[in-house]
């Protein structure tokens, strides 16, 4: 607690506690997290998710969860429902304050009608290729719109029909009237309410005009009296016409927007377009596939909230633009998972090994720990019997000297059990792989230690063969190969997917605890990254495991053999 207070506030949480101090809103904080339901929530919103409700929550404010949904030809209930999912998982609250844009679309109207009456909108008549032309360019003014001369009469005559579904879409369009030689191209009349006879999820086909974003936006938070509106940089550009419109129609309440840089990961896109591309032309199972950067994927994977709000907490807030590293965010849920997750055993790819010393039909139980660093967390029984399997990584025939695991003639230890001697191996006479390993094991050695202070340097993971769970086990990669998979605007980012980036191992062995695995549990699988398993396809009698995280930051490897 105290070491939290002594980190320095981030540039909006200094603004917000200035602020705060001199008492400006009479001292309230009331944000907003403003998704459009047009996709799921990335790890991206997370970044915002935390940031809105943490402001709120530190200055004992809050955080309304609002829809922006003007847009209905891309809007969907189910997009509703699984961000409000998403984020009550993550942790946060909104309360009652549960908002829609569309239920402002009436009070929208009247705005746009007073503009009107005032003379600070006009109905324009020029089509939308026109109006990019006049629009001019970074460099160059705009033109007057023909139709900017119109009268208040002839607008609200035309903004009324326009509204009772006498036009077709693109016939007119209700644009502000401030300055087509603005040097902010935002700024040039911009586009208020738009003809689209499409319905909308929640308000059917009562409209078929509808707000733009822009208008829209700065209303909604002033009507719900929004404190501080906390949005992407690439909204900066649209704070002129935020205020313009709000100081135009003299809005009781004003809240001032603040942008922070968004949130880039390497080996990943964030936009929602694009992940949508890749669920429905089927580059992924779905919008929760573990290996998207959704809420609803790394919720699969097996991420922890926690996880993700540390994350976002320790990436910060800033005006900055950059791309963190992935392997920051997996160290966030390794670290996250290393103390509460019990360990087992499971062998991904098996290898018959046959204990020829041992009796045809003994059992014994050897005592495992459920975490090496904490006792209170027990031990468990681990049966032990003449056929086990080991990892095929672990053995080779022919190992080169510094190979400390298992190869023909060489010792290891069995976790938790018995110093066993490769004497030899069975192949398969076509194919000539091994399929089996015979080796001796020494009774002496009970427990991992020798009597005789004989030492062994490898120390490999096993189970018993007849006692193992087959279970499959899904290994992630990174979705795509590329750090910027967007940087070359000519290529599709499609280009660099990971061919590589899901491995299914459908005939692993599990310590036999695992046949009643707790859904909800993290498990660390001794050696080979954190496990959970998979929620969706996952039965009682086909169990399904997903790696969370393998236990080292192999990126940093990855990077290394690039250079
Ligand atoms: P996308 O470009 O991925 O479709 P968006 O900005 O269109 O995202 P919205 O639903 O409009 O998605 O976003 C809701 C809120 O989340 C906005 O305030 C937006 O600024 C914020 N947000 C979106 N993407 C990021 C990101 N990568 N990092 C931080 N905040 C983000
Ligand atoms: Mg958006």
């Not at 190869?407 to 000539?432: H, M, N, P, Q, W």
Request: hydrophobic share 35%; charged share 30%.
């Amino acid at each position: 607690m105290i070491e939290q207070e002594k980190k320095p506030l981030d540039f909006i949480r200094s603004i917000i506690a200035e602020d705060v101090k001199n008492k400006k809103n009479d001292g309230r904080v009331v944000t907003r997290f403003p998704p459009e339901p047009n996709g799921f929530l990335h790890i991206g919103h997370a970044k915002s998710i935390c940031l809105n409700f943490g402001v709120a929550q530190e200055n004992n404010g809050v955080c309304h969860l609002r829809f922006d949904d003007t847009n209905p030809a891309k809007e969907e209930t189910e997009y509703v429902e699984s961000i409000k999912e998403d984020v009550q998982w993550l942790g946060f609250e909104w309360q009652d304050k549960e908002f829609y844009a569309s239920d402002y679309f009436d009070r929208l109207y009247e705005y746009a009608v007073k503009l009107i009456e005032i003379g600070k909108a006009y109905v324009c008549s020029l089509n939308a290729e026109e109006v990019r032309e006049y629009r001019g360019t970074l460099t160059e003014a705009g033109k007057k719109s023909p139709y900017r001369q119109r009268s208040v009469e002839e607008n609200l005559d035309l903004f009324q029909r326009m509204r009772a579904g006498e036009f077709a879409d693109g016939a007119h369009i209700l644009r502000a009237k401030i300055d087509m030689a603005s040097p902010i191209v935002v700024m040039r009349d911009p586009a208020l309410f738009r003809i689209k006879k499409v319905s909308h999820h929640r308000t059917g086909d009562s409209w078929c005009i509808y707000p733009m974003y822009d208008f829209a936006h700065c209303l909604s938070d002033s009507i719900e009296g929004i404190t501080h509106s906390l949005c992407t940089l690439e909204f900066a550009n649209h704070r002129p016409l935020y205020d313009w419109i709000l100081d135009a129609l003299q809005t009781k309440s004003h809240p001032q927007q603040i942008e922070f840089s968004r949130l880039n990961l390497t080996y990943t896109v964030m936009s929602k377009r694009k992940l949508l591309q890749l669920v429905q032309e089927g580059h992924v199972d779905g919008w929760n596939d573990p290996r998207m950067l959704t809420v609803s994927g790394l919720r699969r994977r097996g991420y922890t909230p926690a996880a993700i709000r540390n994350f976002c907490e320790l990436i910060g807030v800033s005006k900055k633009d950059s791309r963190i590293d992935m392997g920051v965010l997996e160290n966030c849920v390794r670290e996250d998972l290393n103390d509460p997750a019990p360990r087992v055993m499971g062998v991904l790819k098996p290898l018959k090994v046959v204990l020829t010393n041992y009796p045809d039909d003994l059992v014994e139980e050897m005592e495992g720990h459920n975490h090496p660093k904490n006792p209170d967390m027990g031990t468990r029984k681990l049966p032990f019997s003449k056929e086990l399997y080991i990892e095929q990584d672990d053995f080779m025939e022919d190992p080169p000297k510094k190979f400390f695991r298992l190869g023909i003639g060489r010792e290891v230890r069995l976790r938790y059990a018995y110093f066993i001697r490769c004497e030899s191996v069975v192949k398969d006479e076509t194919t000539g792989e091994i399929i089996e390993v015979h080796c001796t094991y020494d009774p002496a050695t009970r427990g991992g230690s020798s009597p005789d202070g004989r030492k062994v340097k490898g120390t490999i993971h096993w189970v018993s063969a007849k006692h193992a769970v087959k279970a499959e086990v899904r290994l992630y990669d990174r979705l795509f190969n590329q750090e910027d998979p967007e940087a070359d605007k000519e290529v599709d980012f499609k280009n660099f997917l990971n061919p590589d980036s899901l491995t299914v191992l459908s005939g692993s062995m599990l310590e036999s605890c695992l046949a009643s695995a707790d859904p909800q549990v993290r498990y660390q699988f001794e050696r080979q990254g954190y496990f959970c398993l998979d929620p969706v396809d996952s039965q009682a009698d086909q169990l399904v495991f997903n790696r969370i995280v393998n236990l080292r930051d192999t990126w940093a490897k990855v990077r290394q053999g690039k250079r």
